[in-house]
């Protein structure tokens, strides 16, 4: 019994389809095919109902499905069982928000590597949301995101790191405009409304009773307060204390009544298995 076919049987039944389990784990479907029925010949059980337009598990294929999670997990922590010198080890792969990312992530990742240099960290970008999608499906180990706005995945769990408060930006020559005149008047940056942020502004507006005329949609909250203090609208965007001070020239003004607070979390799943390796993760990010 290969780790392939395992892997193999645990993708199909995660995406529904041959063809979409070959293309992730970069394999051909043939090759896949080849893996199933080789599997199924060893346990002499039928794993998928074929004659569906959409493969399904039998029931004998739940049971295996079950059992292939288990062993595929402790495959993949054997490293960390196994380790036993100082520090941690094994491998963590990461998803992170572009603000953490440009914010205190590089500099724990420096503190992790030279604190733990046999750990070895794998980090990708993303939204908040498609990144909660990734940690339940098991791509990623953790993710660092934006605190979830409902609805998002019941099954993972939420550590808090740190906090941003959110902020309207727009040019300096406006300075003595009130919050709502500059949302009603001025062309509106908007932050993504896809992102777990976007919403909270959006949700924020309409408790406000305020419409505001849309002039973009982007998705990076630098970008939006450049193209505020230029002079091309308002953006209400969310800002660390550092963010603040390096802001020179502008208009802020603290959006919401109280102002909003983005808190800034770490998402990973009930059950993972590297939870004492993304707690030191936690940790340094804290620190930062």
Known sequence: MSLKALRSLVAIAKYGSFVKAADILSLTPSAISLQIKSLENELRVTLFDRSRRQVTLTESGQLALAQAEKILAKYDDMAN??????????????GAIQT?????????LVWLKNHHPKLHISVVSGMSSELARMVQDGELDAAITTEPVKPFPSNLNVSVLYQDLFWAVAAQHLQGESLVDLLVKQPFLRFDKRAW?????????SRMGIRVTEEMELDSQEALSRMASRGLGVAVVPLSNDDVQKLQGVT?????????????????????????????LANALRER
């Open 81 to 94: 069982q196994l380790y036993s010198g100082p520090g941690l080890s094994g491998k963590l792969r990461i």
């Open 100 to 108: 953490a990312l440009s914010g205190p992530l590089p500099d724990a």
């Open 197 to 205: 942020a976007g919403r909270v502004i959006e949700q924020e507006l």
């Open 252 to 280: 802020l003004l603290p959006f919401g009544n109280p102002q909003i607070i983005r808190r800034i979390v770490l998402l990973e799943h009930e059950k993972s298995a590297r939870q004492h390796l993304t707690s030191v």
